[in-house]
């Protein structure tokens, strides 16, 4: 299969680290990075990174750093950093459509053959939980996620209520945090209250950190 993928990925040198507009809204901007010759292997499963800097400059804190080293040893990696018309921003739940919508638009544009798993940060947490409600997955990375969407609300970086995410993981989901946001999320986050997900401690949050328990979670899933 390895080798398949590696001709597959091969027969589209035009997209290889290469920034990418087209979408939906031309000021998002999308990233491809495949594995080098020198990458140990080469994971069937690619990796989505998902920001949104005009909205949360958080969301954009490591991404590059994780795909590129993630990238070196052997994944697929796209980096997106998703922009939505002023318009959508006025409602939440036109908003996070508008996101969903995009983050769509990337992955089709992407051409990945396999569902991808997806990582993001910070707000941008809220879209990739909308992606997985009604796309596939292979799996979730959540790193630093909003306690809530009220929270969210209550900080106004969303324009009006949106009703917590209901949806029952169906595939392997990580939360990575520091050990007082792991806690915090563990009494108010729905999803870090379900025994089937990993909650992760990570001090400060620093770049190396957060790639080596990224890293070893994706090993121990077999990814």
Known sequence: MHSTFH???RSLPKLIATPRTGLRFA???????????????????????????????????????????LAEKGFTCIETNLTVPDGSKKDSQ?????YESE????????TIPFPPVIVARASACLIAETYISSNAAS??????????????????????????????????????????QAEHLRQSN???????????????LNDQQTFSELENWLDKLGI
């Open 27 to 69: 000021s998002t901007s999308f990233l491809l990075r495949v594995p080098p010759p020198s990458a140990p292997r080469e994971v069937p499963t690619p990796l989505l990174f998902v920001s949104a800097g005009p909205w949360d400059k958080e969301s954009t804190t490591g991404m590059s750093f994780l795909a590129s080293m």
């Open 103 to 110: 983050l769509v638009s990337t992955v089709r544009l992407s």
């Open 7 to 9: 001709r597959y990925w």
């Open 139 to 180: 799996g979730m990375v959540l790193i630093s996620p909003p306690m809530s969407n009220k929270a969210l609300e209550e900080k106004n970086m969303i324009p009006t209520p949106l009703d917590e995410f209901n949806y029952e993981p169906s595939f392997p989901i990580a939360i990575i945090a520091t050990p007082q």
């Open 190 to 204: 729905r999803i870090c209250q379900n025994g089937n997900v990993d909650v992760i401690s990570v001090d400060g």
């Open 94 to 98: 036109s908003m996070m459509k508008d």
